[in-house]
């Protein structure tokens, strides 16, 4: 089932969170909408969840055009709300009866599909427990779990991993990665380049509200202004006539001194980096460590922004 | 049975549920009522269980020693109404001053030739010192008229006047309700009763301002569900709650202070009904119209003390000088108490309660136009 953001703008008072934003998430793929915070990412999934009426733009869902309020179309969405949205002091099963009850399920057919999504999440074994008791990680399975009650085609996952320990992290990636994988729609927030690059198929970059970038990773890392980077550190910082040098050498891009760490952007590592540390190391500069990597979602997020993720 | 039904039922549920898991807060919105009403109650209590008021403690100081001073001393501790302690003048000045007595009379010096003269139309009046406590000063005109009433009845007499007529009636005084007698828990009950039920439909009205600030209310906006489905449903679940308080704590009231529905049953129960209706949708609107948890909660509890307090939950309106009686039936509250107190202790029929249950469905309806209009949908 296909969900089509289409050209959506929302305006809080003269705040524009989200200015134009369109992309298409498809059926059997995760769609990674990064983002630095504040990039209108949650408001976007506001307007995708029915949650909030786009001043123009529509989104559609398999072509009907989605309402808010008892529109039926939002049954086919599940939506993962970065805050989890549980009744902290009722039992995880009176949790899932509650939130199946808001779509209509009843009787042994709500029943099986509890014992379904607590297999899912694996959390069969905590059903009699108030999720006050369980840890991060568990209270966001059960967030989710209460999401997939109703079976819904399309799952908006709005940083569903935000306070999770890194064991927890992976078993809800291997929730969403098995849920694209019976074919469902899978539009995940985040602003941890980590996460899309492990989950999603396809990665929709936003800022201040607009898509910068809507493509594959390996597209996307291609587009990368460099790349490679090697990471330096000295035990006394490199002079301005030594980075000066360093610029000119063959194959190097960009360099950057903090304190006593020197990072060099090359496309071509071979030539750049036993170039750079024999002219270093002629000036007496003595390289105490030395690390290297290939370009990531960060170089690709600075090269369109001239920010880091993390920067903003 | 429908999708909407199942999920009007669902929300329903959940508030309930989440109301009787909180043990604690449970007993304390059932116990206090009853506490609070059942310190009112005893503080209005009618002496030994009877129909009699409270004896009102009044000294006397008899200056004159004379045969008419003392038959009027008398009658005077003869009044079912009063407890007379003769004493010196200085002593019950004191006594008035401190307290501990509500008024002293002070018969002066030649009382009986003076008094007598004066009512065959001979010599001056003589002067009756009335001492009271000006903080009760309904206490002055009562000591004054039952001491008019027995210096009469004694001078009337024909040894000390001759063959004038006595006093041309005897006041028989007869408590006026439907039961065999008054009981003044039954108002403390309604009262108390309609200030914590108020109160409990403020925090449901909080408790949805802060589903709003922990994403819940998000949540439940995700599923395709009207807005009269979410607000409703929210109406539903607190009025069912207060209805469930108000009969706990009149079950109570029954068991222990022995208050019961005198007059119709039905009356009560509509009455009870639609104040439970408007608790809850006094909540709805104070969560719509609020800002900040905070700052809504400390503007609720005042708006709330305000509604009770001209409702005259803690002071019976009767007892409100009459421009604020009339003014006070443009409050919600005063129907509430009057609804309670009519179909309890005053023992009226069911178009007792048939008024102030259209009256406060009114009121309801207009405090949920105004949750609905003033409710903040889309910005969470």
Known sequence: ????????????????????????????????????????????????????????GRVRIDGAILGTGADPTKRKLGLVTQEIALLEELPARMNLEFFGGLYGLSGPALGARIAAVLELTSLSDRARDPPSTFSGGMRRRLNIACALLHEPQILLLDEPTVGVDPQSRNAIFETIEALAGQGRTVVYTTHYMEEVERLCDRIVIVDHGRVLADDTLEALLASAPVGNKLTLKYDGAPDSAALAEIRTLPGVVQVNLVGTEMSVSANDLGTAAPRVLERLAARGFSCQELTSRRANLEDVFLGLTGRTLRDT | MSATFTAFR?????????????????????????????????????????????????????????????????????????????????????????????????????????????????????DVKLLYDPSQSMIRPMVAGLLSQHVMQRLSRPNFIGNSKPIPFNVDSIAVTAGPRYNSYSHSFAGMSIQFILLMGIDAGIALLLMRQEGMWRRLRAAPLSRAVLLGSRVTGTTLIAMAILAVVYLVARLIFNVRIEGSVLGFALVAAAFALLAATTGLMIASIGGSVGATRAVATLLVLILVMLGGAWVPSFLFPEWLQHLTEFVPTRWAVDGLDNTTWRGLPLEYGLKPAAILVGWSALFALIAVWRFNWEDD
């Open chain 2, 10 to 126: 669902a929300l329903v549920r959940k508030d309930i549920a989440l109301f009787l898991r909180d043990r604690r807060a449970l007993v304390i919105s059932v116990l206090t009522p009853i506490l609070v009403a059942a310190f009112f109650g005893s503080l209005f209590a009618p002496v030994s269980g009877g129909n009699s008021i409270a004896r009102m403690k009044v000294g006397v100081a008899d200056l004159d020693q004379s045969a008419l001073t003392k038959a009027v001393l008398e009658s005077l501790t003869q009044d079912a109404s009063l407890d007379v302690q003769v004493l010196p003048e200085d002593q019950a000045k004191e006594l008035v001053r401190s307290g501990k007595l509500r008024a002293a009379i002070v018969f002066p010096n030649g009382f009986e030739p003076a008094a007598t003269g004066a009512l065959l139309g001979i010599g001056q009046m003589p």
């Open chain 1, 1 to 56: 089932m296909n969900l089509i953001a289409d050209r959506l703008q929302k305006k809080f008072g003269a705040i524009t969170a989200v200015a134009d934003v369109s992309f298409t998430a498809e059926p059997g793929k995760i769609l990674g909408l990064l983002g630095p915070n504040g990039a209108g990412k949650s408001t976007t999934i506001s307007m995708l969840a029915g949650l909030t009426t786009p001043d123009s």
